[in-house]
């Protein structure tokens, strides 16, 4: 069974950086697209990023384009987001899902708390 578990959350200065890291067990994490959600207080999940399981090409909502990099080690079973040019409303509960068939991500990692704040 697939079990997810993301980490590098913490807290940092708007402008700062920080790198997350979704490590796999269980199956083998290349046969899934991975994607990459955030949560704030009150406000729904949306969608950051996804990385495709076949071709490792990357999307990105327009909030994040060019701040955010998303790769993945499949030597290591890790997805990573780098994010670079933090702002405030990039703060929330991060979470990595995974995606088997297309239709949004099927399981969840518990996600990593980022606070962007001076």
């Known amino acids: 069974q697939l079990q997810l578990v993301e980490s590098g959350g913490g807290l940092v200065q708007p402008g700062g950086s920080l790198s997350l890291s979704c490590a796999a067990s269980g199956v083998t994490l290349d046969r899934y697209a991975i994607a990459w959600y955030r949560q704030a207080p009150g406000q729904e999940r949306e969608g950051v990023s996804c990385i495709s399981s076949t071709t490792s090409s990357t999307t990105y909502a327009d909030s994040v384009k060019g701040r955010f990099t998303s790769s993945r080690d499949s030597a290591k079973d890790t997805v990573y987001l780098q994010m670079n040019n933090l702002k405030p409303e990039d703060g929330g509960v991060y979470y990595c899902?995974?995606?088997?068939?297309?239709?949004?991500?099927?399981?969840w990692g518990k996600g990593t708390q980022v606070t962007v704040s001076a």
């Open positions: 899902g995974a995606d088997a068939t297309l239709g949004g991500p099927d399981d």
